[in-house]
């Protein structure tokens, strides 16, 4: 029997949800408000300098790829499994089409970081 | 094969029927907006990567008035998401057992919440210490 794939996506929906629900609101409250409005966090916390020597730590480039793709990968899982509730045709073609979004953002994310260089 | 002529309920607009189903339509909503996060870094990173200028032309989009009310209904359905995944986590994750019995329901979500507000000012307090040490 050919085995399933459906743990993988599975693994990475839920690391996705479980990064999200642990860290996801914060992060939208600091880049998205705190900092862009200069709430309690300054908007030099994302100066060019600051974000450039983020991108270019091991450990920074392994936190945005980490969000990048499990948000992606996340998100993804669950819209395509939204479309059956509006009853929309499902099958392996749209299956493959959502979760290659996902890992084609993720494939985009590692190049950008490998780009930017260390 | 023969069909029966019999009354088959219409799907369409099912999920506004119950509050049940609007609750679980509206997570599903949420995700959308997992999804533009992330594309929404991802820009970001093309922009890094593209120089400072066009870095500089992004993070000045951030602090529009527009970016900032989409990133308030951004963060609301963040909340939303994040609850709603630990609410379900006590029929999301296997058993477990503490001295024969079996952890409550409701210890398994009072311990998501937990970590994930411990989690989240540890991160702002590392932000803030890294701006400012």
Redesign the interface.
Known sequence: MKRSNKPIFWSLF?A???L??????????????AI??GFL??????S?E???AL?RHPLGKFA?LA??AL??F???H??Y??LH?L?IEVGPGRRALFHGLAGA?TL??AA??L??GT | MAYLHTHVRPMQGWWRRNPFYRRYMLREVTALFVAAYAVELLVGLVRLAQGRAAYEAWRAALATPPALAFHALTLAAFLYHAWTWLEVMPKTMPFVTVRDHRVSDRAIVVAGVTASVIASIALFVAVRLVIAP
């Open positions: 839920g996705g949800g479980m999200a629900a642990l860290i996801g609101p914060m992060l939208v409250f600091m880049t998205g408000l862009p409005g966090l300054p908007p030099e916390a994302m060019y600051r974000v450039l991108a945005l969000i990048i948000f992606l996340h998100a993804m669950r819209l499994h939204s509730d009853g953002g985009a994310a950008l970081l780009v930017i």
